[in-house]
């Protein structure tokens, strides 16, 4: 990759990660990007952790005090963490953000397509794609994945 361009790279990925830092530190709630996860520190451990809106973001509990976000969809909602006894450990607002890099929305007419662009762009399915696209990709992603299970279960 030449010089400028991973240059160019680095301060995208320096100036996202800042700009995450900075909203929560601003009150913005804790932020997570579309289609990535971000991990959650408690202070104690949790028993109980509800998602106010699950279609937007998903929360795993990895041990009692390390919960994995996953950011879903664009939007905002909220998490709280309970103890064995019902106790509030944590409530806070999750706001699912847009990509900050290595993305590209496409807008002709009346449709979208969105291509991600690591290190080609290919087309991404996103919310608010041409549906013809966005259904194509997501049945040929969806019969990758069930192939990929179904080997895995005939082992």
Do not use: W
Request: charged letters at 20%; proline letters at 4%; aromatic letters at 4%.
């Amino acid at each position: 990759m030449p010089r400028p361009i991973l240059l160019c790279v680095l301060f995208s990925v320096l100036s996202a990660t800042s700009a995450l830092a900075q909203d929560e530190n601003n009150g913005n709630g804790f932020l997570v990007e579309v289609d990535k996860a971000r991990v959650m520190r408690l202070p104690r451990a949790a028993s109980a952790v509800i998602i106010g809106n699950p279609s937007i973001a998903d929360a795993t509990v990895h041990d009692g005090r390390l919960l994995l976000i996953t950011g879903k969809t664009f939007g905002g909602t909220n998490l709280i963490a309970l103890d064995a006894r019902g106790n509030v450990i944590i409530e806070q607002n999750l706001n699912v953000i847009a990509p900050k890099m290595a993305a590209i929305t496409y807008y002709r007419g009346g449709s979208q397509r969105s291509y991600s662009c690591a290190q080609n762009c290919e087309l991404a399915p996103s919310v608010g794609d041409d549906s013809d696209v966005f259904d194509t990709l997501i049945g040929q992603q969806k019969d990758k994945s069930d192939q990929g299970t179904a080997a895995a279960s005939s082992e």
